[in-house]
């Protein structure tokens, strides 16, 4: 009776502690599970659309979630499956499909519907990294939540309600067949910014800087970087920041500036921050 006393008290002892385990498990999922959603409560989405395989930097869209969280957003890439959830998907597809097939430019039109499925908000290009953003802002749409670009036509960077992008989407369709030209995305921005009548604010380009702001070789231009939200490395801005010896790190391959463009990049964030301290403070939770 004693032994099988002991073997009950064995198996209540081993069924407890299984118990304590898997209890442990759940409260340290829960806790991870509510620091989550605090982040997503306490810090403004800012969005970006993954482009077509073959054509994304991953360095570089890698390099767009460490800069827009350091400075405490919460980033999230849409993809062509989130726009395909809005009603009006397959209209656009029927006009943009024929004229651009499943191109880049194709995709530069359907992130406009990703981003009034998801509700709206904040949209970046993902070389597009925040400097002095006023954080109240994250929350609360400047402008009544009006679609906003903020490099003038050029879509950098975006603000809107969902309504607003759905709203603008519906107009950049209808205005390609009367586009003479290009009939790219930032063309009809730009027609639909010339014609006036479209009631988007088509905000100055100084609320967004342009390149590798440096003044020489290695030395941040600190006065401009204390103006604007963000700062935009198309490109084109790469290739003349190089053509003026202002490109912060030393090629070693054959490709042009632009293929280095992530590290460049890098580097000067990090030029700017300890030359000019930097604006949006590390926001981490």
């Not at 004229?99 to 908000?121: C, E, P, Q």
């Not at 342009?210 to 700062?231: I, N, T």
Request: glycine share 8%; with cysteine.
């Amino acid at each position: 009776m004693n032994f099988d006393h002991a073997l009950l008290n064995a198996g209540s002892k081993k069924i407890i502690m299984k118990l304590l385990v898997v209890v442990s498990f759940m409260m340290l999922m829960m806790g991870v599970l509510s620091i989550r959603l605090v982040n997503l409560q306490t810090r403004p989405i800012i969005h970006t659309f993954e482009q077509k395989e073959g054509r994304g930097d991953l360095d570089l869209v890698r390099l767009w979630k460490g800069e827009w969280s350091k400075a405490g957003f919460y980033p999230k890439i849409l993809t062509i499956a989130d726009a395909k959830k809005h009603p009006y998907f397959k209209e656009m597809e029927d006009i943009v499909r024929p004229i651009f097939g499943d191109s880049y430019d194709a995709m530069n039109f359907y992130r406009w519907l990703a981003m009034a499925s998801v509700g709206g908000g904040w949209m970046s290009e993902c070389d597009t990294f925040p400097t002095n953003f006023p954080m109240d802002e994250g929350f609360n749409l400047p402008q009544g939540g009006i679609l906003s670009s903020y490099e003038t036509h050029v879509p950098a960077l975006l603000s809107g309600t969902a309504e607003e992008w759905t709203r603008v989407s519906r107009l950049i369709i209808d205005a390609i067949p009367r586009i003479e030209g290009p009939k790219r995305e930032m063309h009809i921005l730009q027609a639909l910014k010339d014609e006036g009548n479209s009631n988007v604010h088509f905000l100055s380009k100084f609320n967004v800087q342009v390149g590798l702001v440096y003044k020489s070789p290695h030395q941040v231009d600190c006065e401009k970087m204390g103006a604007g939200r963000a700062v935009h490395m198309a490109h084109p801005y790469m290739d003349k920041a190089f053509a003026k010896r202002l490109f912060p790190i030393e090629i070693t391959g054959p490709g042009p500036a632009k293929d280095y463009r992530a590290d460049a990049v890098s580097k000067f964030m990090d030029d700017w921050r300890y030359q000019c301290g930097g604006s949006n403070k590390l926001n981490l939770l």
